[in-house]
């Protein structure tokens, strides 16, 4: 069972390209107490997430080889990643079409840090009270 | 759209309610021309403890010296500096040492500012003068990208402050990056330096084009909106009110009065009584209760109230801004876009009633684009019947001009009732008038005597 002192240390996996957005998301995560791994395209994504299995993917929709929409989608219809929390942080207005693809919360860019850093721990904590922990 | 207001009423409305949030905006000029002015204004009408402003500067004014000359501005609050406004001078680390082998350099600084201060606003002034720094075109414009998308990817709204004009080319790199480009400009006309404005870029927004004049004062910019002629006259229900001009044999002439809401044109040589029509005008409206405006540019208050006096009139009680509110401008001042807002705004504020503009000629001679004139005074002339305001204008016509033509056809045509004043030289000097023209009234055609005397203008 999780503790929220585990959930600030929970790993976080980033799906971005950008090389500005990523550095500002690890600076800004890490400094929330996330540990944070990165992956650039979508093909990638779903291999790190089989291969490290973070709490949270937060994934841009525009990155390349699959988008973060169908990386969402794919990673909700597997039982074995179904419970990893998907939040969609995108240059595009998309809010309904995340929520539609599975999506556990979706938060519209530039990065603000104060609103990213509280929705993860927002979900988290929804998370949580859904399992019943 | 969020907007990000500049902390100017005036040109928010220019800008459809401010800078468009999280874009990058160029603010170019000439040295002097005020764009520091403009930033520094808007850095301190939108930082608080949300929304922190991050001020770096280059290597083209040293900080200690911005800050001093800053303090002056009433704008300026000194204890918010370091807390809701940093100051920084970039040239201290990443430009002094050579940005030409280490671009990244500045990259990495901006980003720990970024992470370290979490701005909503980031000024770089002068961005320019980086440019400067570095050897080619290429490397520039790998920097100024570089730049833009560590900028892009944090919310924040940047200003990107230079010595720019059109004449550095095509448009630099950072051009083609910025979202939106206000340009500033000084012109040299004679004595005076005039200031306008111009939104040349603003990326997914509607603003309103042209120059705009603008000055500087104490308490930042002012600027006012160049005027955009009304495609169609304003919607509103006139009034069937008579005035009186109190020279009652004048006012016998149009059916007893001139209809409120329209406007005349005095025309005539220097010396045939226009002004003093004018004054009557006034003067007649504040004994109605009326409050009126006299708008004038070559008689000074002094002047003004000597002529009053003159006539037995109770200078002192006609010229109390609540009876004739009068804005005199020097000649040497004039511009034409500050006179017109200056008047609609004390129109609106004052609830004018009656309106005079003497002389209409020297107006004209303080329009930067003469072709535009004509725009100025029928978007004067729709407002004042838009607001029930009856107006006056005089016009000086050259010596030795005795009746009609009409020299001003343009001006003419556009308004209501055209009154032409005549002097005859000889043994006596004669003066007359003659109405040339009512809209929506009858008048009396023939010429008449007018004569000026102790107590003003008689019509007979």
């Known amino acids: 069972m999780s503790t929220p002192l585990e959930d600030e240390r929970a790993l976080i996996l980033v799906v971005e390209r950008d090389v500005h957005v990523r550095a500002l998301e690890r600076y800004f995560l890490e400094e929330a107490g996330y540990k944070v791994e990165f992956a650039e395209d979508g093909p990638h994504a779903l291999a790190r997430v089989r291969e490290i299995g973070p709490r949270i993917l937060i994934s841009e929709i525009l990155v390349p080889g699959l988008d ?63 399992k019943g922990e | 759209m969020e907007r990000v207001s500049t902390g100017n009423p005036e040109l928010d409305l220019i800008l459809s309610g401010g800078f468009p949030r999280n874009s990058i905006n160029i603010v170019m000029g000439v040295p002097g021309s005020g764009k520091t002015i403009l930033v520094e204004q808007l850095a301190f009408a939108n ?4 929304c922190r402003a991050l001020y770096l500067t280059t290597l ?25 406004i940093i100051y920084h001078s970039l040239g201290e680390h990443s430009l002094r040492d050579g940005l030409s082998n280490e671009p990244q350099r500045l990259i990495d600084e901006i980003f720990q500012l970024i992470t ?22 290429q490397a520039w414009r790998r920097l100024s990208f570089d730049l833009a998308g560590v900028l892009g990817a944090y919310g924040t709204t940047s200003f990107w402050v230079g010595e720019y004009t059109w004449e550095t080319g095509a448009g630099p790199t950072e051009f083609a990056i910025a979202d939106g480009i206000i340009e500033l400009e000084r012109i040299q006309r004679g004595s005076r330096d005039e200031r306008y404005l111009r939104v040349a870029k603003l990326r997914g927004s509607d603003f309103l084009d042209g120059n705009h004049a603008f000055r500087i004062a104490a308490d930042g910019l002012h600027v006012f909106p160049r005027f955009v002629t009304p495609s169609a006259a304003p919607d509103y229900q006139p009034i069937r009110e008579r005035l009186q001009t109190g020279i009652a044999g004048l006012d016998a002439m149009v059916q007893e009065g001139w209809l409120r809401g329209t406007t005349t044109l005095i025309q005539g040589p220097s010396g045939a ?14 004994m109605d209760g009326e409050p009126t405006l006299l708008v004038n540019f070559q008689e000074n208050p002094a002047q003004l109230r000597r002529t009053m006096d003159s006539l037995g009139w109770d200078s002192d009680h006609l010229l109390r801004p609540e009876n004739i509110d009068h804005l005199y401008i020097s000649p040497v001042e004039l511009q034409i876009d500050t006179i017109v ?31 535009r004139f004509d725009d100025y005074i029928y978007a004067l002339i729709q407002h004042c019947a838009a607001t029930n305001v009856a107006a006056m204008f005089t016009f000086e016509t050259p010596r030795g001009y005795l009746d009609h033509p009409l020299v001003m056809t343009d001006v003419s045509y556009m308004s209501d009732n055209i009154v032409s004043l005549t002097m005859e030289l000889g043994d006596d000097l004669h003066r007359g008038i003659r109405i040339l023209k009512t809209r929506g009234s009858a008048h009396d055609g023939r010429r008449r005597t007018l004569r000026i005397g102790s107590q003003g203008v008689t019509v007979e």
């Open chain 2, 273 to 286: 009584g226009k002004s003093m029509i004018a004054l009557h005008f006034l003067r007649q409206g504040a």
């Open chain 2, 341 to 371: 807002q200056e008047m609609f705004r004390r129109i609106s504020e004052r609830g004018i009633k009656r309106l005079v503009v003497d002389a209409i000629g020297d107006l004209r001679k303080s329009a930067y684009d003469p072709s």
């Open chain 1, 68 to 130: 973060g929409l169908s990386v969402c989608r794919a990673i909700k219809a597997d039982p074995a990643t179904s419970h990893i929390i998907v939040l969609i942080f995108s240059i595009l207005t998309a809010e309904e079409r995340a929520i539609e693809a599975g999506a556990d919360g979706f938060l519209r860019k530039p990065l603000d840090d104060t609103l990213l850093v509280s929705c993860v721990e927002k979900l988290l904590q929804q998370h949580r009270t859904q």
């Open chain 2, 60 to 84: 083209s004014e040293p900080l200690p010296k911005l800050v001093s000359y800053l303090q002056n501005y009433e704008f300026v609050d000194i204890n918010r500096i370091g807390t809701d």
């Open chain 2, 116 to 137: 370290k201060h979490r701005p909503r606003i980031i000024i770089i002034d002068s961005f320019k003068a980086i440019a400067d720094l570095l050897p080619d075109a």
């Open chain 2, 47 to 50: 930082a608080g403890p949300d």
